[in-house]
């Protein structure tokens, strides 16, 4: 058992694996030994929420909503109504009569959106009436209203009633959104990020769009808040976009490539020909002070405060990469092959592998930075601080794409899958000693009858 949860794995389809990123069934800094399968979905597993320290929620393809104990991997409530798959979901707590609530919300291809109790199970409200899917669900917690996004932008407050609209006339709709300060709302629409105005008078809330930031030359398939004065946009061909909050600037830009050897008829490597080849930017997570993005299948990240590179990883998984995590000195991520990666940041002792100077040039320059004119570097430039990105941990046990991940800290590591599961990573060296502590405990009680 714990080789299939922890050792190698052939290639899945046609990808090569590279001989780096093999390791072996000894991982002395891989905690999660033990893992519990749920099973509950009847098609992909596309989401999952934390609601609080014990309980989460799925949604995927089904159009169904489960509702998960952590600890126990129980089923509490399966959320039934919607008739379509699950395009968005997310947690909303507020505080009603001194007390503080959760709720949770999400929305279905069915051009409906429901408000759900999760303690009890019941659906609170739902609408019906959506011109159009949403994509995307963004919690203005301090204005204690939440904002749906789509072909309509929607404002709505807890009740999920309608505080405002703005249809969009253009056939991109809005796939992603962060909040700014001041009331304001990037939101991204294919190649452009729209800069939205919340204004509030008494009671009612109008919202304007305020400008369009046009410096994408592809759909921007990543945007996330980095801190209270920066985030960040990532797009289909690797172009990277570090914002201003307040005034919405360029702080840097950097087209990410990489050099790839062609293969001859006989698939063998041609080192004397190089292509450049363009990543798409999957995903992207900010602890505030790093970014990681998930670039094809490659990991890379980037100190937002020293702009400068911290490590990267060109090939970090044998397909893109869905899903990332930043946690202190290390990062997990998960990907299209089915695995689940933790890697650890260490001081780099011989040069790593070979990068475009392009790419280290991202945050030394402002504005938009000129393209290489020159030929591939060979070797890594000179980067104080750069320090390698070294793989502690490889979680098997899905055989799908892993699609996102969740974590309860010492509870476990939540990951859904395409093959219609999830899985609840634990640390075996603690769940060992909390089945000992319930044993003697459990001997004191039968001694003290």
């Not at 709720?103 to 199970?121: V, Y």
């Not at 190649?191 to 769009?209: P, Q, R, T, W, Y």
């Not at 004397?272 to 990991?299: C, F, P, T, W």
Request: hydrophobic fraction near 40%.
């Amino acid at each position: 058992m714990l080789r299939w949860i922890l050792g190698g794995r052939e290639a899945q389809g046609t990808v090569e694996k590279s001989a780096a990123l093999f390791i072996g069934e000894e991982q002395p800094k891989n905690c999660f030994t033990e893992m519990q399968v749920l099973k509950g979905h009847f098609d992909i597993v596309r989401f999952l929420v934390q609601i609080d320290d014990l309980r989460f929620a799925s949604a995927g393809d089904d159009g169904l909503v489960l509702i998960w104990n952590v600890e126990t991997g129980d089923c509490l409530f399966a959320l039934r109504g919607h008739t379509q798959q699950i395009t968005a979901m997310t947690s909303y707590t507020f505080i009603r009569g001194g007390t503080a609530h959760t709720a949770l919300i999400t929305a279905s291809s069915d051009r409906t959106l429901s408000l759900w109790d999760p303690d009890s199970g019941n659906r609170v409200q739902n609408i019906s009436d959506l011109q159009s899917s949403v994509k995307c669900l963004l919690v203005l917690a301090h204005l204690d209203v939440w904002l749906s996004g789509g072909n309509e932008l929607c404002v709505w407050n807890r009740d999920l009633e309608l505080r405002c609209k703005m249809v969009h006339h253009s056939d991109a709709g809005i796939s992603a959104m962060v909040e700014l300060p001041k009331n304001f709302i990037a939101a991204a629409m294919d190649k452009e990020i729209v800069i939205f105005k919340l204004n509030l008078s008494g009671s009612d809330i109008a919202v304007m769009a305020m400008r369009h930031l046009a410096d994408h030359h592809d759909t921007i398939r990543s945007l996330i808040h980095i801190n209270d004065g920066l985030f960040a946009s990532g797009s289909h061909i690797g172009e990277l976009i570090i914002w201003d909050s307040v005034d919405w600037t360029i702080q840097a830009y950097e087209h990410i490539l990489w050099e790839e050897p062609a293969r001859d008829s006989q698939s063998e490597f041609k080192l004397n020909h190089q292509k450049q080849i363009e990543r798409s930017i999957q995903h992207m997570s900010s602890d505030g002070e790093y970014i990681v993005a998930a670039v094809g299948s490659g990991l890379y990240v980037y100190n937002v405060l020293m702009k400068s590179v911290v490590a990267y990883r060109r090939t970090a998984h044998d397909s893109n990469i869905l899903h990332t995590m930043l946690q202190q000195d290390s990062l997990m991520s998960c990907s299209e092959d089915g695995s689940v990666r933790m890697w650890e940041l260490q001081d780099l002792p011989l040069p790593a592998e070979p990068a475009s100077s392009g790419f280290f040039g991202m945050f030394g320059t402002f504005g938009r930075s000129s393209k290489q004119t020159g030929p591939p570097a060979k070797k890594i430039p000179e980067v104080p601080g750069l320090r390698s990105l070294e793989l502690i941990g490889d979680l098997i046990g899905h055989s799908g794409a892993v699609q996102m991940f969740l974590s309860f800290k010492d509870k476990g590591l939540v990951t859904c899958s395409t093959d219609q599961l999830l899985i609840v990573w634990k640390d075996g060296e603690l769940q060992s000693q909390l089945r000992s502590l319930a044993v003697f405990q459990k001997l004191e009680e039968n001694q003290g009858l």
